[in-house]
């Protein structure tokens, strides 16, 4: 895996402290959270997206990074390259309107020239302060795994908006809640500031519950279960897909999420509990590695060949 | 002009002051100092560069950003596609090399899959710390302008990349400090650190002595002049190029130097001439707009109709 190999040349680099190994969501250098991701035209949305759409989930996924470390945002530094006026027209007007609905200052950037027809590359910079920046490798044998936010809403979202022009019922019945999750999802700000202090380890559900689930499992050095019964599911997910083992398997391998998972001792629960956002608890982290499923009944579930979006 | 109207719409959503209107090489937000500058593929490099020198490049051009606002760099985020793991490595290889060289902390990032045979967009944002950030748009009528590092150096050098397949003696004879200034600039950054406290504004060289110089005059509401006579040339690039009236213009208008202009006042001369840093007074801000050239006598030049690269 050549992929594998360059992001260990990089880990190799990464020795400040604040890089945090490249493992979590940000670096935290003091009070400071950074985080820096990039969206693909044909990789993280859809040549069709609306411009509008891709400028929102560019912001909503870095800002979901500075929520899962408890993060105030302050400001955005954006790299875009330019290639067709119309679409970056229709872009900057949907950045202005995102950059509005959370409060973000534009602080800077870069604007480039790009080749006619290669496919964009936008990046966003999103600083952010912190108190208590919960780390993704501070999970404990004994710890609950909580979930704060939707599970699946936006896997089913995607895979209408890829098949709207089918024929089957199923899909033009399915709630435009679906697609909203997927074009426009939010980052839980407000929740990821609330939780940070009662915490050991957060992250944001990015590229599926089961895969980011493993990871704080992974950072941390200990095992994580999940009880598929007690992920819950929106009544729209429901309607759309159904209640059966498949469906729930569906959505907790599905990607672009931007939930909140997160690590707490029992001591923890009632403070959790009385935050009243929503916050269940899903499963536990124990001694070992690896991760399992079970169903309310305690029986062991076969995990899926495909944990969640690998990139 | 769609561009133009593009980077007027993001001026419109830049009203945090920290933005700086985005007409600064950063934003300044206490003592923070953060810049994203990208590079793309075909457009700031050359498809058959190197990869460890555009790695190299990279660092350099937010590197002297940082420089130009006398900061002290504490770390970088790098956005980067993986494509082809041969080039990714090399540039990996090439990373390393240039942190180490400047003691920069890699802190995060994202890597993401690129398609097949897209142009490579590759961003980095740089963070750092500064006391004393000057602002491109504090520069008054009276000041001097100073010019600290080499001025036509990377344009030279750029041409002879370009050109080294040819014929002609002198590109073969060319020294290789020149294609060295283009493909590994020196960010100028204890310079930069030393001229913060002591200036009215400050910027770098990345586009063209003669376009940096007039966006400080625009940015600060004055007039520029520049003294032709007094913009040191390097040996290696006389030996190149000659020491006529065209060869000045177009060391002044090539791009890539990463030097650092200044506005200051004639008070602050002694003091920046015991820095003893090479700095040299190489023209005037007076009331009025616009850019003027001279030569020693004090004659006009006139100006040439590209002012260096435009972006």
New interface residues.
Partial sequence: M??A???A??R?????P???G?L?D??V?GD?V???????E???YLPTDPPADVAWKLVAVNLSDLAAKGATP??A???F??RE?AW??AF??G??EV?RHFGL???????????EK????I?L?A?GRSQHAPDRRGAKAGDDLWLVGRIGDAGAGLAVALEKDGIVQRWQDASPRLTEAYRRPRPLLAEGQAIAPLVHAMADVSDGLMIDARRIADASGVAVSIDLHAVPRSPELSAFDGDDRIAVIEAITAGDDYALIFAASALAAPKIDALDIGAVRIGRFTGGSGIALYDGDGDDVPIPAVLGFE?
Same sequence: chains 1, 2.
């Fill in positions: 050549p992929e190999e360059f992001i040349r990089l190799d680099m990464a020795t400040h604040a890089a945090r490249l979590d940000a670096a250098l400071l950074l985080t820096h991701d990039m969206i693909v044909g990789v993280h302050e400001g530094l954006l790299g390259p330019l006026p970056d027209k900057a007007e950045l202005a950059l200052p534009l602080l800077g950037g870069d604007t480039v020239a790009a080749p290669a496919p964009r590359m990046g910079t600083i990139h």
